[in-house]
């Protein structure tokens, strides 16, 4: 059984939070659903005050916060939780036993988050179920900074990207691209097509 996080720890995780991009992810998704600053707010169980000082980097969200802002603004990247710049600590060490990393739900992507306890890192895995059959679900383009390394564990899919021409790819298959450039997947086969995700900065 796992050990229950306790608030150290979530203060610990809340770190890990790129404090460079929150704010203006925040934002940027808050707009897109058109949205006012009492209605994201509402939606997250967050005052208003609060809401606009983290989406002008004015303060630091805690872990639950950040936890219920993405719930309700349906912010699609785990990229979120990267913290950019090196880290000074060596010799670090986590562990995601099977079935049991963080789930964290699209309308296009079912995720399992790995290696969650590790903060100030710059790599980012996961392990994505693509629920997405067509590129149509997709509201807009995914993207995000840095760069993105995915294998396809089962199933096939097709990867649309704003730049090349779709790919398919199959169970074995890999590819590296540029995540700053839109992006997204959907499953060709019967069943969904799994895949095992890398996010770097």
Sequence with gaps: MMEPVSQNKDEEIAEAVDPDHLGKMIREAR???GWTLEEAGKAAGIGRSTLSKIENNQTRPSFDIVRRLTKALEL??????VQSGPSDISGRRDVTFAGQGEQQDTPTYSHELLCTELTSKRMFPYISTIKARDVSEF???IRHRGEEFMYVISG??????EHY??????????VYYDSGMGHGCVSTSKEDAKVLWVSLE
């Design 31 to 33: 707009l897109q659903k």
């Design 76 to 81: 699609k990247t785990p990229q979120l939780f």
């Design 139 to 141: 509201e807009a383009w």
């Design 156 to 161: 096939e899919l097709t990867l649309f990207t």
């Design 165 to 174: 021409r779709p790919l398919a790819l199959k169970a074995g298959d890999s």
